[in-house]
């Protein structure tokens, strides 16, 4: 946009309105971040996850900017405070849907177009020139949103009943009225409902589950020392078809993160969103790579048994054993993959390898940083904690002729 464009001084919105306003924004969005996380381990289809695992980000790069200029207005402390009671009766009814189709699709037909048109009404009453900043964060906000609801509508089916639960959240969403106009809560916290936690990653029907991964665990699990890769073909289809599920499975954990602790700081689900939105693009570059192959999603059966296990633990375990340590292990292999691939000549496996070794690197960091935060013990004693932890949780497993057993 230029900058001599034509706007004019219109007024605009006090500053502390304007800031009411966009905490209730703030409220929809972190709402959407939650549902989204709770759907994305319960739906099957792959491109539906790596859509939402996408909108995920986006919807976290949006509460980081509200955030960010809430401060900005001077609120400090005070916003976003609690959203009403009636606006909260709407946030909670959200989590209650009867199946995550029927929730995706009153959120995507519902609620998404109803909070653009907030979006779009609040732009029409703020100074474009005195408050620019919020305007440029509500107008890519629509943007994103128009963009993917499009492309997730086309992927959720109509699973909606007029007579129940959608019929009555559409009575309270209609009766709430405008959205940013919604009264707050001043020195409150925002209730959360129980959290149901997940009993499995979904995957589509056609998917079998085998019990351990049925390919040497070395290539998985393995120490520097026992570092291996598949240079046959026909053993790195399967494997590449492991990584593309495996890349799920810690998108999938991400996510349950963020929707299974809402009370952790902001900052901590926008980490969590942006490695939910690395780990759906690794899952899509390696499943473009199958396709390069002729292999399809599901000529291999899948392995849960290990992630399950870590997911069954606390967010302190997983944060550990996951981000810290798993990813961690991940990095040395993915470099050391690189390196070996680069020197057979297969380059565009080198480059695979290379991109994932360097987003390996700030999901540890974000492993170290918010366990230290949840860890309750001297801090002095945090990393023997860690090993002692890693030692316990694999000794879960052991490797029997080759294969990893629970």
């Known amino acids: 946009m230029p900058v001599f464009d034509g ?21 929809a969005e972190r709402q959407l971040l939650h549902c989204l996380c709770g759907a994305l381990p319960r739906v099957a289809s792959f491109e539906l996850k790596i ?9 976290g790069q949006s509460l980081s900017g509200y955030s960010r200029r809430l401060s900005e207005l001077r609120t400090y402390g005070d916003y976003p ?19 995550t189709g029927a929730q995706l699709s009153w959120i995507y037909r519902r609620f998404v177009p109803a909070l653009c048109r907030t979006y ?17 964060l509500l107008s890519a906000a629509v943007t994103a949103h128009q963009e993917y609801r499009a492309e997730i509508l086309e992927r959720v089916s109509d699973d909606r009943n007029p007579a129940g639960w959608t019929r009555h959240l559409d009575t309270m969403l209609q009766s709430l009225g405008p959205i940013e106009r919604s009264p707050l809560r001043a020195s409150q916290a925002r209730h959360w ?3 149901k936690p ?3 990653f979904e995957r589509p029907a056609h998917f079998t589950f085998g019990t351990d991964h049925g390919i040497d665990p070395r290539a998985i699990y393995g120490r520097p020392d026992e570092f291996y890769f598949p240079l046959d073909l026909g053993f790195r289809r399967h494997f590449l078809h492991h990584l593309v599920d495996a890349e799920m499975v810690a998108a999938e954990l991400m996510a349950c993160n963020i929707h299974e602790y809402p009370a952790m700081p902001l900052q901590f689900h926008i980490d969590m969103a942006r490695q939910v939105w690395d780990e759906v693009r690794h899952a899509r570059v390696q499943w473009e790579m199958l396709k390069d192959i ?32 798993g990813e961690a292990g991940a990095a040395r ?15 565009d496996w080198a480059n695979l390898f290379d991109y994932l070794h360097a987003d390996e690197i700030p999901h540890v960091a974000n492993g170290d940083r918010w366990a230290r935060h949840l860890f309750s013990g001297p801090a002095a004693e945090f990393s023997s904690y860690c090993r002692r932890l890693e030692s316990e949780f694999q000794s879960e497993f052991e490797f029997v002729k080759g294969r990893t057993v629970a």
Do not use: K
Not at 83 to 96: H, T
Not at 333 to 347: D, K, P, V
């Open 51 to 59: 859509l939402l695992g996408t909108q995920i980000w986006s919807i």
């Open 294 to 325: 002729q292999v399809p999603l599901g000529s291999f059966p899948v392995y849960h048994g290990y992630d399950l296990a870590l997911y069954r633990r606390s967010l302190l375990h997983r944060l550990i054993l996951f981000n810290r340590l």
């Open 81 to 99: 405070a609690r959203p009403g009671e009636a606006f909260e009766s709407v946030l909670n009814e959200m989590d209650r849907a009867p199946s």
């Open 193 to 195: 409902d129980e959290i």
């Open 333 to 347: 292999r993915h470099l050391r993959r690189s390196r070996l691939l680069r020197a057979q000549g297969l380059e």
């Open 7 to 27: 706007r004019r001084l219109s007024g605009g919105l006090p500053v502390d309105e304007n800031a009411r306003r966009l905490s209730n924004c703030f409220h």
């Open 120 to 136: 779009e009404s609040y732009i029409a009453e703020c100074d474009p020139l005195l408050d620019e900043p919020t305007v440029q």
């Open 198 to 200: 997940v009993d499995r």
